[in-house]
């Protein structure tokens, strides 16, 4: 029996953008720190939700300052300086959005245009929702949006 598929559910961040995760090696590189260490102290455990500022960050319950503040304190502890403004810096040329992901744009349009439901979920910092919803155009692409800061997850 052929399943039917009603829906298309897209993530943002490495989908619609690089992966975050080359910025990072990136970056450990230019402060000559592992990068595995560099991602442990910004993002903390990617295996379990837990209390480090960067997941609680993207829960929306604090603000990016202070998981700056957080995360700087992290580092620290471990003998680096990984100050995230820095880093953001270098994910901000990172082949994001419409112009750069042309062809998975005219794709989705695709997909509505044939009837099928289409959303997009990102576990983003609240700060950022202007412009990450600036680099495509989600209101037409995307019949609903999870953003996990506005729906603290």
């Known amino acids: ?12 961040g490495g989908v619609f953008t690089d992966s975050p995760f080359t910025a990072v090696e990136d970056f450990g590189r230019a402060i000559d720190a592992d990068p595995r260490t560099v991602a442990t102290v910004v993002f903390g455990s990617y295996e379990h939700d837990g209390e480090h500022p ?14 700056r503040e957080k995360i700087l304190g992290i580092g620290r502890e471990r003998g680096i300086e990984v100050d995230i403004y820095q880093l953001f810096a270098r994910m901000a040329d990172n082949g994001a959005g ?3 992901r ?14 099928y439901r289409t959303g997009i979920i990102t576990n983003n910092v609240r700060e950022f929702g202007d412009g990450w919803r600036a680099l495509v155009p989600v209101e037409e692409l995307f019949e609903f949006v999870v953003d996990s800061s506005h729906a603290g997850v």
């Not at 052929?2 to 298309?8: G, L, N, S, T, V």
């Not at 960067?54 to 998981?67: F, Q």
């Open 1 to 12: 029996m052929r399943r039917r598929i009603d829906a298309f559910l897209f993530d943002f």
């Open 54 to 67: 960067w997941h609680r960050l993207e829960r929306g319950e604090i603000g990016l300052e202070a998981a």
């Open 98 to 100: 419409a112009d750069a």
């Open 102 to 115: 042309g062809a998975l744009v005219q794709t989705v349009r695709g997909l509505r245009a044939a009837g």
